[in-house]
């Protein structure tokens, strides 16, 4: 496939590891090819110990994921983004009970435009990363539609594959339908069970080359992430990365 995407991978998915030897696990995922790596919220090391380690590993910072950037949190996020050097960061989770009803999830994309106003004052682009309870009906509307609605287009998407699947959609439809606004993807693989124990790409019930093909104009990275696993993670990002490039799906360093 030409055109391929560069491959990080979001760190959260190695968090018990790097608790316990964040370098030693860092230099691992350089060592394994992955050209980047996405931060997470509470990672166990400084912020600038951290961005001097990526840069000496040369490993890119496409995105990070940060707590919403409300009063109490605006500095942090801003730190974060400063250490990093980013353009982008990205609200990771809102509750499920934001996207119960339809005035509901109104409101919440009310706070993420208010959220992305901020960020843009500051030279930043806000996105959100979904989990399942975003995606489904309500009242016979498409929850997905009216967040497209709602979002200003300044507010950017980082697709989580697998969860729009679990919650009911068809993941390439999303992807078609988001276009450009989702420039960052989210691959994992697993049973699409929300409670159920996740696989490295290529091991479950996604269709992975199937994403990578509808996102191959729109998005700028693919960024593999395992919430959980059965097997050993770091062994199963390692096998995510391999089915990747190996397939052609993807661009590492090796």
């Known amino acids: 496939m030409s055109n391929l995407k560069p491959v990080a991978l979001q ?6 590891a790097l608790a316990e030897d964040f370098e030693g696990i860092v230099r691992q995922v350089a060592d394994m090819g992955y050209v980047g790596v996405e931060p997470y919220g509470g990672m166990p090391a400084g912020l600038e110990y951290s961005a001097a380690l990526f840069k000496e590993l040369d490993l890119q910072v496409p995105n990070s994921h940060v707590a919403f950037p ?5 500095d942090a996020v801003l730190a974060i983004a400063a250490a990093y050097g980013l353009d982008r960061v990205c609200v990771a ?19 993420l435009n208010r959220a992305g106003q901020f960020a843009a004052d500051n030279g930043l682009q806000l996105g959100y990363h979904n989990h399942w309870w975003e995606y489904k009906q309500l009242n016979g509307i498409a ?7 709602e ?35 989210h691959l994992k693989d697993g049973p699409l069970d929300p409670q159920g124990d996740m696989t490295a790409l290529g091991g479950g019930k996604m269709d992975v080359p199937g994403i990578v093909a509808a996102s191959a104009e729109t998005a700028d990275w693919h960024i593999v992430e ?3 696993c059965a097997t050993d993670m770091l062994e199963a990002v390692r096998e995510s990365y391999t089915y990747l490039t190996a397939n052609g799906l993807a661009r590492g360093k090796i």
């Open 11 to 16: 760190l959260y998915s190695l968090r018990e």
């Open 70 to 74: 409300d009063e109490e949190n605006a």
């Open 93 to 111: 989770y809102m509750p499920a009970s934001e996207f119960e009803t339809v005035d509901g999830i109104k409101r919440t994309c009310e706070k």
């Open 143 to 149: 929850t997905l539609d009216l967040i497209l609605a």
């Open 151 to 185: 979002l200003e287009d300044s507010v950017f998407l980082e697709l989580d594959t697998y969860w729009a699947q679990v919650g009911g959609l068809d993941a390439i439809e999303v992807l078609k339908q988001m276009g450009a606004r989702a420039p960052l993807i």
């Open 226 to 228: 395992l919430d959980r």
